[in-house]
């Protein structure tokens, strides 16, 4: 078998173990067996073995990490999602709800990677920095967190609509999920900021400026300045209960765009390595 075939392979069978973590997790909190949830979060985690494994094949066939075309740069962000949400959940099942978000996200992401052109191609002289290692990292590890913002957003939002008693007892307090947002919203800020500078840094390498106002620059930056005056009308204006959630929605609405789709469908220098 080559190694293309063993890729695909694997990247489906990690998504039968998403799948199966999805359904274990939604049967944990409907059905109110809170033992499926830690089922779950293994099943997550034998996708995440499986889905790096296939990272693996392509990055030792491809000689470069996976961050030249979309296959790879939808993988790897999916891989990145669910690592960060077992990380974030692993010994706090009761949180495990957020995962109904995350994980059928992972899903997508990869099944949109496997539709899209399979090709290799090789890395250029503008691509070999760490920088841009860590640039990518960083993007990656952020989105990430913002995803499992939304998650909990997500879950707020049910139990702020006045839930049927029996669900809104099996999910989080309302309390515990406010903090969760705002809490994976301040880490994804984090990494957000050393990615833009580890950005700056690799520009200044590859094409001798720091900032030239690109499309994909451009929303970088105002996708922090919308992450930053959340957490500032988080601390000085006491953002609560549902503009949280809205909020946290909202901006990653933004952000996913700026990570996802402007590389491909704008005039973007970024977008050159994501055909």
């Not at 939604?26 to 089922?39: L, T």
């Not at 075309?69 to 692993?90: F, G, P, Q």
Request: proline share 4%.
């Amino acid at each position: 078998m080559s190694s293309f075939a063993w890729e695909v392979a694997l990247h489906w069978a990690a998504v039968a173990c998403y799948i199966a973590g999805s359904a274990l997790l939604a049967h944990a909190v409907f059905f109110d067996h809170p033992a499926r949830a830690r089922y779950g979060l293994w099943a997550a985690l034998a996708g995440l073995a499986l889905h790096g494994t296939a990272i693996g094949v392509r990055w030792t066939a491809s000689g470069h990490g996976p961050y030249m075309l979309r296959h790879e740069i939808l993988s790897s962000d999916a891989w990145i999602a669910v690592a960060v949400m077992i990380v974030a959940l692993w010994n706090r099942p009761r949180r495990a709800s957020v995962g109904m978000v995350v994980l059928p996200a992972a899903v997508l992401l990869v099944g949109l990677g496997l539709m899209a052109s399979p090709g290799m191609k090789d890395l250029p002289p503008s691509l070999r920095s760490m920088w841009l290692v860590f640039h990518v990292l960083f993007a990656k590890l952020a989105a990430g967190a913002f995803l499992l913002s939304v998650g909990s957003a997500a879950m707020l939002l049910i139990r702020l609509r006045q839930a049927p008693a029996r669900l809104a007892a099996r999910l989080p307090p309302e309390d515990m999920l406010d903090a969760l947002t705002v809490r994976f919203i301040g880490f994804g800020f984090f990494f957000w900021t050393v990615n833009v500078g580890a950005g700056a840094i690799w520009a200044n390498q590859s094409w001798g400026r720091y900032w030239g106002w690109d499309p994909v620059e451009t929303w970088s930056l105002i996708t922090w300045l919308l992450y930053g005056t959340f957490l500032h009308a988080r601390l000085f204006f006491r953002l609560r209960g549902r503009g949280v959630a809205w909020a946290a929605i909202a901006c990653f609405a933004l952000a996913i765009g700026v990570v996802l789709l402007l590389p491909f469908f704008s005039g973007s220098l970024h977008a050159s390595y994501f055909q």
